[in-house]
């Protein structure tokens, strides 16, 4: 019940196309759900994050669409950049809790 | 402000020692989050600590161990070293637990 499960694992897309990644998650107690973006190298940054009192959020190109009933949320990349390729990893939470993670999707966009 | 810093940034050792990793969360953040990233496993939450006392913990075997200052900064200690031990270990702060701000991470090998 605390897994978190990320579709695809893998993703090529052309430059100003449009990336998806899932997840899908089983513990309705999650009420934090962030993604996370990894160069090789570095660590993990906070792209964008939603709470489930709302639908969907939106930051630049980047947008969270949230489903409660369905227990899934993903993230959209807009206009995608070869400077967008990158490993993007989902996560959920309950507060005060550990971030549990998705296996990763790594993302090359291709110009 | 300054980010998470971690240090080492990278660490060889043999099997069967021990090692000590050290993190500086980002000024007022309290909490101070550990977790393994290697290429199997994923991302794995080992353990987090809130004003000097251990608030969750992961599922790693007892010779992973924590410790918190007063000053928020952050050790991790493993002994004995194992081969399977060769990963990326990464800190994380945040104000509230939610937010996690990740540094660079430790790359430890051990051989």
């Known amino acids: 019940q605390q897994q978190v499960k990320q579709s695809p694992q893998s993703l090529i897309v052309q430059k100003g196309g449009i990336s998806i990644i899932n997840c899908a998650y089983e513990?309705?107690?999650?009420?934090?759900f962030p993604w996370y973006q990894q160069f090789p190298g570095k660590g993990p940054a906070l792209l964008i994050a939603?709470?489930?009192?709302?639908s969907e959020k939106k930051e630049g190109r980047f947008t969270i669409s949230f489903n409660k009933s369905a227990k899934q949320f993903s993230l959209h990349i807009m206009d995608s950049q070869p400077g967008d390729s990158a490993t993007y990893f989902c996560a959920a939470s309950r507060v005060t809790d550990k971030l549990i993670f998705g296996t990763g999707t790594r993302l090359q966009v291709f110009p | 402000k300054a980010g998470v810093t971690q240090t080492p940034r990278y660490l060889i050792k043999t099997r069967g020692q021990q090692v000590t990793l050290s993190c500086s969360p980002i000024?007022?953040?309290?909490?101070v989050s550990w977790y393994q990233q290697t290429p199997g496993q994923g991302l794995q939450f080992l353990f987090e600590?809130?004003?000097?006392?251990?608030?969750n913990k992961g599922n790693f075997p007892g010779r992973f161990s924590g410790r918190q200052f007063s000053n928020s900064r952050s050790e991790m200690n493993v002994s004995t070293l194992e081969l399977g031990d060769s990963a990326l270990y990464l800190c994380?702060?945040?104000?509230?637990?939610?937010?996690?701000?990740f540094g660079p991470g430790t790359r430890l090998t051990v051989t």
């Open positions: 600590y809130f004003s000097e006392t251990q608030r």
């Open positions: 513990n309705t107690a999650f009420d934090y």
């Open positions: 994380a702060s945040s104000f509230s637990s939610t937010e996690q701000y």
């Open positions: 939603i709470r489930p009192d709302v």
């Open positions: 000024s007022g953040h309290r909490s």
